[in-house]
């Protein structure tokens, strides 16, 4: 028989991604730039790198990461930010990943276009005969192959340069399973974990980002065929209906049966690795 004062599956949702009922940008800007700063200096490693898009997420991110080193030199540790652009080819919002760079300053730039291993890759994969179906469903899985290269590139710098790789991911993605696997999921830490977007948003305000970069339309732009296609047009619920499942505020029963049966389905992707029982 089920306790009365029993998690429902909503509260448990929330425990699991780690979402807090009462928010401060100021202090949650202040509490993760510490975090970064901390878990860097106890790791021994002497760098943070992550590949910025143009999109609120890696600007928010990138920036607590440019404070997080420079408290560390300050304090006199060897600390640095490597910020890394990772366009397929030419990018649609090239301007804007441009002056997110300009507000982050970050210690370091690194340019890595991914289009010649994406399609050299692809290409062999048809070559050896593989099916990956029509053409909007080809077009997606070479996305998902875009995502997983940026990422060896990001963790090949990383390696160089002595450091750790930051992911942008945060609660309303990881409950909407809207991440590759392996791809832009797999990172050493994640500042911005347990933040509705509406919160990831309130941050960057609370760091000073220009508001139009704040409220850009969320896109991961991984598909040739739709550029810049807006992340809510997967999802089936917008962003706004997300965030309020997250903060405890009420959602139609229709969306609260998409967002349950959605984070359901992508379980798998954030679980490690399944082993024997």
Do not use: W
């Not at 980002?209 to 550029?227: F, R």
Request: charged content about 20%.
């Amino acid at each position: 028989m089920t306790s009365p004062n029993a998690p429902t599956v909503r509260e448990q949702i929330l425990q699991a991604l780690k979402v807090v009922r009462f928010f401060d940008a100021q202090a949650e800007l202040e509490r993760r730039v510490a975090f970064l700063a901390r878990y860097l200096a106890s790791s021994q490693r002497s760098s943070y790198v992550l590949g910025i898009s143009g999109g609120v997420d890696s600007l928010v991110a990138g920036t607590l990461a440019q404070r997080a080193v420079a408290r560390l030199r300050a304090e006199g540790r060897p600390a640095r930010f490597v910020a890394v652009r990772l366009p397929y080819g030419t990018q649609k919002d090239e301007a804007d990943a441009a002056r997110c760079i300009a507000f982050i300053a970050p210690d370091e730039v690194q340019t890595v276009d991914i289009r010649s291993a994406v399609d050299a890759l692809h290409g062999q994969l048809m070559a050896g005969g593989l099916s990956l179906g029509d053409a909007a469903a080809e077009d997606f899985h070479v996305g998902n192959i875009k995502a997983r290269m940026r990422m060896v590139a990001q963790y090949a710098i990383a390696g160089a340069t002595g450091g750790l790789v930051i992911g942008t991911d945060h609660a309303a993605e990881a409950l909407m399973g809207f991440f590759t696997k392996h791809g832009d999921g797999a990172a050493d830490v994640l500042p911005l974990a347990g933040l509705s977007k509406r919160r990831v948003r309130a941050v960057g305000t609370a760091l000073g980002a220009p508001d139009d970069l704040v409220m850009k339309t969320p896109t991961a732009d991984l598909e040739t065929l739709q550029p810049l296609r807006p992340d809510e047009d997967a999802f089936g619920v917008s962003y706004q209906v997300i965030d309020d499942f997250l903060e405890g505020l009420p959602v139609a029963p229709e969306a609260e049966q998409i967002i349950l049966q959605t984070y359901a389905r992508s379980a798998h992707k954030r679980e490690p690795a399944a082993v024997p029982g």
